[in-house]
T-cell receptor, first 115, second 115 residues
Framework: KQEVTQIPAALSVPEGENLVLNCSFT??????LQWFRQDPGKGLTSLLL?????REQTSGRLNASLDKSSGRSTLYIAASQPGDSATYLC??????????????FGRGTQLTVWP | SQTIHQWPATLVQPVGSPLSLECTVE??????LYWYRQAAGRGLQLLFY??????ISSEVPQNLSASRPQDRQFILSSKKLLLSDSGFYLC??????????????FGQGTRLTVV
């Protein structure tokens, strides 16, 4: 069974810092990996999708990398802002198993960026 | 563009009462649909998924059921709620058929409190 781990569980930084959030998964047989943002009491907002054949994806100040063979992904946030405060979730989509399209999630990193 | 609607946003129900949560997707056809539950301090757990009308698969045995009466409508139900059914319920979709490397999108969630 796929296990997804996110480190750290929580992070508190001053505004302007560059951040790295880590995600690891136990089974490298994946179609893709997706990073989400969740604000308190809200649903998940998709940030970046990395296909298994890709090494990284970028969107604005966000950059996600994927090392499929070692089962790792990182989310890099440049020049953090208070509006980046949220919980960041990593999820992988296995390429085997009977449940079509299901995602396996980590427990998230709760990020607080203070002014 | 595609959108996903989920309602109600919050719900407080007594133990033993019935439940009906609804999710609809707009702007796409034949999506794969999913119900996840997010319990406090735990990751997201897949409850049900559907690849087509009337096709429901359950990931875990539980007090809940799901139905898909129309292509873009997914309903989560219970005949008698338990205290342990409390949690944050999220509906999600991705493109169906043979497309496997597609992004998943989530609704805004329903906070269910069983009292």
């Amino acid at each position: 069974k796929q296990e997804v781990t996110q480190i750290p569980a929580a992070l508190s930084v001053p505004e302007g810092e560059n951040l790295v959030l880590n995600c690891s998964f136990t089974d490298s047989a994946i179609y893709n990996l997706q990073w989400f943002r969740q604000d308190p009491g809200k649903g998940l907002t998709s940030l970046l999708l990395i296909q298994s054949s890709q090494r990284e994806q970028t969107s604005g100040r966000l950059n996600a990398s994927l090392d499929k063979s070692s089962g790792r992904s990182t989310l890099y946030i440049a020049a953090s802002q208070p509006g980046d405060s949220a919980t960041y979730l990593c999820a992988v989509r296995p390429d085997r198993g009977s449940t079509l399209g299901r995602l396996y999630f980590g427990r998230g990193t709760q990020l607080t960026v203070w002014p | 563009s595609q959108t996903i609607h989920q309602w109600p946003a919050t719900l407080v129900q007594p133990v033993g009462s019935p439940l009906s949560l609804e999710c609809t997707v707009e702007g796409t056809s034949n999506p794969n649909l999913y119900w996840y539950r997010q319990a406090a301090g735990r990751g997201l757990q897949l409850l049900f998924y559907s690849v087509g009308i009337g096709q429901i698969s359950s990931e875990v045995p539980q007090n809940l059921s799901a139905s898909r009466p129309q292509d873009r409508q997914f309903i989560l139900s219970s005949k008698k709620l338990l205290l342990s059914d409390s949690g944050f319920y999220l509906c999600a979709w991705n493109s169906g058929g043979l497309r496997v490397n597609t992004e998943a999108f989530f609704g805004q969630g329903t906070r269910l409190t069983v009292v």
